[in-house]
């Protein structure tokens, strides 16, 4: 029989479903008194309350805050992929500087198509995971590991790296605080973890003045460049060095440049990864997002692109391109100052990104049963908490271990993405050949040069890099797939062991046997008594009497003594059987393990220990209670044929 | 009925008394097997299997052990005590150096009124605590707890600066190990606190031989130096300036230079506050190790005094007088580098003595409720481990706090022996005139005087050092006082709210109602409902189905579908009513605790919660099951009003 009840619980409807094999014995009436304290406030107070999924649309976000939340890690690499590419083409003389642009523009067409298929990717895997999701769906389970394997290592990567730069810069304007890199990053860290366990909505709104600013600060720097003096009458002398140029430089070294300038692209997939984040109707706005983070690097890496060129500027030990042309357009003064010091904000917030990726891949893995179940746990706040300990963990760790300095990191930072840019490209070839949409060889062409060119860049970065710790992802990427599959066939042996999806037979029971450990006749040992004759069909009180003959009375442990109890117990005759041990041993846990063993092996019942507690009414009062308890459940914690279960008895109880 | 069973618990004899209120309804035969294995497996390595009373003799000493556990902390302190009393003559002038002699005379007498009155206590209290035994029987409650905040904070104070002794000295031989004293100090309090763990016996016997070594080699240096030539020749003219310099020292001079040399009596009251760590017949034994100590002190002090004396030693900021002495008579050869590397290892052993004391004073106070119970707890190696513990993490707390640095402590650390030699010697001169033995009343004088030597001693401490220390004891005092105070206080509000001592009405039975969550129907379903069928009257299987609308279906985070669920139960049909909740929290935790709340308030019964747990065949895999069992458990750890158990479902398991 099956009938449904409902109810009210707090101020929330809840629908509760019986399923019955007999006629319904009962009919509750649920009253709605419950009490909303929680013991851990001052956690409350930074991660907030339980929210319902109804209302964790407020933590959801939209097209715009899309770009604070998840387009970061994207859109500050005009800080540094630029950089990138100078510094590589600084080797083949001051001339080839003047390549910069047409790599730019080269750069820019791949982005176009890594933000055209990565629109694709949303619409055909709205439940995110990016590469993982496309390639498991078209490529089989083994690549797909491949590509989550190489976004988990690129996520943590990216953590580490974007707030190491942050509290870089930081640290550089206030060499004081030099020497203390890991302090404050491992405090900026712990900051985002909260935030992002509060919710993924609430942090987009905080990231959105800080990112507004900066892209339109950037802009500002363009739109002043294009109309600077300097810039115009550079111009003609420009375009004829250019073409001039490409012509002395070695492809491999425009290559190189290429791959290095391709770190301005990292974070792209991030929004494809994050689906799940924004509100609904979810796939049109994180298109809205992906688009609109397309056009925005798009601009400013081509902007910025033609600025270097017609100010001729080099790599520079001091001062990043991008500082160098902002100091050229707006002079240095407090704009400059102010902008300076976004751009260094905006870096650490990048770290954000991993957060928006990294808990919903890990979720993903989970369900398919590649990683602990409990990553597909949503905590109270709707969000996955274990994959934002998790990912917090090995950041903190990866900071530490390289003592904040993770210069070493950065190579090793791309070859993650590109390898999930690849992944994702061949995925969506062997996609458009499956579902064959109209002009799917367009389409899969269009793909097909992506995944070529990202393939090719993600070799040229492993073999220039790997020395330079590329080495550590080539290790790190297997390692984590022997994970996921070592993971996998656990889940599958419990699952055969528990027989799941067949109807097991029928569940027996027994007879109960409680028994309760007592130092003495008192309130506590009365309302435990109650407990366990209330458990079990029979139940024995267990004392154990300290035979130690060193000791002088004075010093004997147990407070009663024996025969006086004995005597006591006859007066009160409780209902159940009063057993004393005598023992030499001083620790009274071992003489109560050893009862339990004798009884298990000469009876068949259930056997459950009932450990008299007390629930002090002040917390700080614990330390003086209940060292037996403590000592007795860790030795019987792995016992799987007892049940270990404590009767609590408040201090403050009154008498029901 | 009272009825006795006796049986065999693995390889030791235990008595069991079994206390009947009705005819004995059963007849166990108890059988032998039982498993010994453990599973902390490193942590039996390190300390070794538990200890029955019987076996504890083997960790308990003998008189010439309880030189090297109990007396190194005083032994040592010839290698400070004598450098301490010239550093003050030194201020009135070269020749004050001569009243060295007759100050040390003057302190050996009070050693032996010292050593004779801690022998009397030996006698009077053998059941240890030393000052806080005698003022608690002499005294009254107040001035005992002086007593034993005094010891304590002596006590540690005496590991920190003995630690941090022995280590400072290896680090000016090993200058590259200078920046970081406290992790050595760290190491060296671990390894002390792992030996005191496993036992005094063991520690005992490993501190023999550089106790030996120790005293040989001081001996030595005394024997060579009063045949050495210069010491011979000086002999005439120094104690002709003696007599002609104490008339030109000031009263207040003398009197500071006394009790800075007293310090070398700290350590004298070990003995008697750790009687019960002697092999019986302790009193005996221990009244042995005090007249040893006296005996080897006394001379030590004498002998290096009369030595400094003839060799016209003055302190020296480079080397103590100690080492300048050694070096007159020995040379600065192997010998002399062999004794030096001893006399650092024993400073750092002398910490041992309050491993020996602390425990046993904590273990009295918490009989007497003034530290929670647990300080009364032996653990399975017959040591107080919790006082163990506790002493060992305040010393680390101490040591890390002055950064290993512990010159300022060295002031405080005398006025809390002094202190308790103060109030022993008071109780005892009570002790005398309330049980009136023969000679009482002269012996009730050299108490007398003690005390009053003492008491002056402890005042000058306190006033000459109080600004460079000495105010933290008298801070803290107070403090611990204070804490004594409320945890008594707390344990007599608990006594009388569980009424001990009264017996209490007979314990009533209720129904039970075992509530399972359930995720699926499988062998762990099977196993858990048969388990509560066994516990209660009733059980009810509860199914968390979450309606979050925003998730795909492959999203949902509940493996088994609602309706397929209700229609396999049905099938299954186990006894048992499933009770299906639709939730919109993401966490299942939120709607199980609301439920049951629900059904707190609707019904009288007692309540089990039965969470059904998987324990994987190895540990490791623990992390991939039971998550909720984890957040559940965490949410209902504080509610008295049910019973939280765990249903251990081994995947292991072969059916019963």
Same mark, same amino acid.
């Given at each position: ?32 008194? /419950? ?162 366990? /509060? ?81 609904? #109707?979810?796939? #049109? ?46 002079? /240095? ?105 109209? /002009? ?37 990427? #297997? ?111 071992? #003489? ?65």
């Amino acid at each position: 029989m099956v009938h449904r009840n409902k109810w009210r619980t707090g101020n929330s409807a809840s629908n509760s479903t019986t399923v019955q094999d007999e006629p319904a014995q009962r009919e509750l009436r649920f009253t709605t008194t /419950r009490s909303e304290k929680s013991p851990l406030n001052l956690w409350r107070l930074l991660i907030g309350r339980p929210l319902r999924t109804s209302e964790s649309a407020k933590e959801r976000i939209n097209p715009i805050e899309g770009l604070s939340a998840l387009s970061l890690d994207a859109l500050t690499s005009v800080a540094y992929g630029p950089e990138a590419l100078l510094s590589v083409l600084v080797v083949g003389g001051a001339t080839a500087l003047n390549a910069m642009l047409p790599i730019t523009i080269v750069i820019v067409i791949l982005l176009a198509i890594l933000v055209t298929s990565y629109r694709q990717v949303i619409e055909a895997y709205p439940t995110g995971g990016g590469a993982y999701a496309v390639s498991k769906a078209n490529l089989g389970k083994n690549i797909s590991l491949v590509a989550a394997a190489a976004l988990i290592v690129d996520y943590t990567l990216t953590v580490a790296v974007s707030i190491a730069a942050g509290v870089g810069a930081l640290t550089s304007a206030f060499p004081q605080l030099a020497p203390q890199t890991v302090p404050p990053c491992l405090a900026f860290l712990a900051i985002l973890t909260l935030m992002n366990l /509060r919710g993924l909505g609430e942090t987009a709104r905080v990231f959105l003045l800080p990112t507004a600013l900066f892209i339109i600060g950037i802009y500002a720097v363009i739109v002043l460049g294009l109309i600077h003096p300097l810039a115009l009458s550079a111009k003609d002398l420009t375009f004829h060095i250019t073409s001039k140029t490409t012509q002395t430089l070695g492809i491999l070294l425009i290559l190189k440049a290429f791959s290095a300038g391709c770190s301005a692209l990292t974070g792209v997939e991030a929004i494809a990864n994050g689906v799940p984040l924004y509100k609904e #109707p979810r796939v #049109p706005r994180a298109k809205k997002t992906e688009m609109l983070l397309g056009l925005i690097l798009g601009s400013m890496l081509i902007g910025l692109a033609v600025l270097a060129n017609r100010f001729h500027v080099a790599p520079n030990a001091t001062q990043t391109a991008l500082s160098q042309i902002m100091a050229i357009t707006m002079g /240095r003064n407090f704009a400059f100052l102010a902008l300076s010091i976004i751009i260094t904000l905006v870096l650490g917030l990048a770290a954000n990104t991993s957060f928006g990726g990294l808990p919903i891949l890990a979720s993903l893995l989970a369900q398919d049963n590649f990683l602990p179940h409990r990553f597909a746990l949503k905590g109270e706040r709707q969000v996955f908490s274990t994959g934002i300990w998790t990912l917090s963990f090995f950041s903190a760790l990866l900071l530490i271990g390289v003592n904040g300095n993770t210069n070493n990191l950065i190579p090793m930072f791309a070859i993650g993405v590109f390898t999930g840019f690849t992944l994702s490209q061949i995925g969506l070839v062997v996609h458009w050949k499956r579902t064959k949409p109209s /002009r799917w060889k367009r389409k899969a062409a269009i793909n097909g040069f992506g995944a070529t060119v990202t393939g090719v860049s993600t070799l040229i970065f492993l073999l220039t890099k790997f020395l330079n710790g590329a080495w550590l992802v080539v290790i790190a990427v #297997p390692l984590i797939i022997l994970l996921f599959l070592r993971i996998k066939n656990y889940y599958l042996r419990v699952s055969t062991s528990l027989q799941l999806g067949t109807i097991p037979s029928k569940p027996k029971s027994q007879e109960t046997t409680v028994i309760i450990p007592i130092s003495q006749i008192s309130k506590l040992t009365q309302y435990a008594i109650g407990e366990a004759l209330s458990l079990g069909q029979k139940a024995i009180a267990l004392y154990v009497y300290n035979t130690d003959p060193t000791l002088d009375e004075s010093q004997k442990l147990t407070p009663t003594k024996k025969d006086d109890l004995a005597k006591e117990w006859m007066k009160w005759n409780p209902g159940i059987q009063l057993e004393i041990i005598e023992s030499d041993y001083s620790s009274i846990v071992k #003489p109560i393990v050893d009862y339990i063993d004798q009884l298990r092996n000469s009876i068949d019942n259930q056997i459950v220990v009932l450990i008299p507690v007390i629930i002090p009414d002040k917390g700080r009062y614990r330390i003086l209670h209940n060292q037996t308890d403590l000592l007795l459940s860790a030795s019987l914690s792995k016992r799987s044929d007892l049940i270990v279960a404590r009767a609590k008895y408040r201090l403050d109880r009154t008498e029901r």
